[in-house]
Each structure stands twice: as C-alpha cells, then as structure tokens.
C-alpha cells in the first residue's frame, strides 16, 4: 500500500490560511469518508484534528477544517497561529481493509 | 483520565523478537478497538496493525505481516505488540493508539517506546 501524497511542506502568516492535500487512489481516499488528519509537534505524540473527512472532535479548534473531492482530501487552516507550527499527517481507510497515513507536510507559520 | 503507556521497546540485534505493550486505564478497553502506529526517525507516521474490541479482528500491514502479531487481555487492560525476525528498518518509536482500522478515530495515543534494530 502506498503513502498517500501530501506537499512535504507549506507556509503561511500569521492570521492567514493554508490548505494541506493528501492525494490518494479510488482505493482509500475516494472509496471511503474515512480520512482523518492529526497534528504532530516535535518530540510529541500525534493528535487527532480532523477524522471521517471532515469531524472536529471535541476541543479542537473550528479554525481547523476538513472536506474532500474525489481522490482528494483537504485540511484547511484558517486564522493562522504560531502554535499551528507542527507536521500534519492525512490517513484513511483502504480496500484492503488496512490504513495508509500521508508522507506528511511540514507546516512553517512565518 | 484516559492514559495509554508503551512499554518493551529496547536495542535488539536483527532476528531478534521483543514484546510491546501498553497499559490502559480510564476506558473499557473492552469495547475499543486498538492499533500500534510506528515512526522512524525523522520519518513519517506508519499505521502498524490493528485489533477489534473483541480480538476477533485483525489487521496488519504489508511491512510486517507474518512477523508481528497483535493481541489484547482485556482482564488486564493491555494491548500486546509480539515482534519477530526483526529487521533494520523495523527501527522506530511505537505508539499505541485508541481507534481501529476502519475510521481510525485515534484519539488517545501513548508516550512512545523506541525500538531499536541494529548489530
């Protein structure tokens, strides 16, 4: 199973917003709306921010958002904080009944 | 309060097998479903394997099917990791996570444990 395809990295400044893809096949991201996203600072265990395409479990911002199109899923951040610096994983659920996590993207708040 | 915490991780030579576990506490592990995620360092996040509430269920990876196997005790609390013909490139630190395979609802994770493959 491949890794799903995200930019490696994004930018963006303080109050403005940025959209993270994860590209995928009609065998994960398109078949199913089970794709979520978690948040990962450095040395730190992963958090959940986004799960079945586009829920905010509780507790997570509502500047954090996600939707998709096709093969294609999206993470948008809006209102850009210094605190949203971390790497941003997309996964979702495959036909071969496992998981597949994104290559990452690495998001720089300027 | 929810708490996951990884233990058994250490250095083994290639070949060698080590045993995982994480201890649960402020849930019914009984009625989770329950996965190990793995990173390689400075790496990205790979979903390892995961287990119904049950333990009727189970689910691996490509990677490490056929050498790693899954399992709970529900009496204990406890998620179990079981490693074999451990590889190079089996190096990375281990998370167990609450949420199964299908919608990967990983909200809780543990702290980590590093496992380290080298001669």
């Known amino acids: 199973q491949s890794a799903l395809t995200q930019p490696a990295s994004v930018s963006g400044s303080p109050g403005q917003s940025i959209t993270i893809s994860c590209t995928g096949t009609?065998?994960?991201?398109?078949?199913?709306?089970?794709v979520s996203w978690y948040q990962q600072h450095p040395g730190k265990a992963p958090k959940l921010m986004i799960h079945?395409?586009?829920n905010r479990p509780s507790g997570v911002s509502d500047r954090f958002s996600g939707s998709k199109s096709g093969n294609t899923a999206s993470l948008t951040i809006s209102g850009l904080q210094t605190e949203d610096e971390a790497d941003y994983y997309c996964?979702?659920?495959?036909?071969?009944?496992?998981?597949?996590f994104g290559g990452g993207t690495k998001l720089t708040v300027l | 309060e929810v708490q996951l915490l990884e233990s058994g991780g250490g250095l083994v030579q290639p070949g060698g097998s080590l045993r995982l576990s994480c201890a649960t506490s402020?849930?019914?592990?009984?009625?989770?479903?329950m996965t190990w995620v793995r990173q390689a360092p400075g790496k990205g996040l790979e979903w390892v394997s995961s287990?119904?509430?049950?333990?009727?269920?189970?689910y691996y990876a490509d990677s490490v099917k056929g050498r790693f196997t899954i399992s709970r005790d529900n009496s204990k609390n406890t998620l179990y990791l079981q490693m074999n013909s451990l590889r190079v490139e089996d190096t990375a630190a281990y998370y167990c996570?609450?949420?199964?395979?299908?919608?990967?609802?990983?909200?809780?994770w543990g702290q980590g444990t590093l496992v380290t493959v080298s001669s």
């Open positions: 996964s979702s659920y495959t036909s071969s009944r496992t998981r597949v």
């Open positions: 009609s065998s994960d991201v398109g078949g199913y709306n089970y």
């Open positions: 287990i119904s509430p049950s333990g009727d269920s189970i």
């Open positions: 996570a609450r949420g199964g395979v299908i919608r990967a609802i990983y909200d809780y």
């Open positions: 402020g849930f019914t592990l009984s009625t989770s479903g």
């Open positions: 079945d395409v586009s």
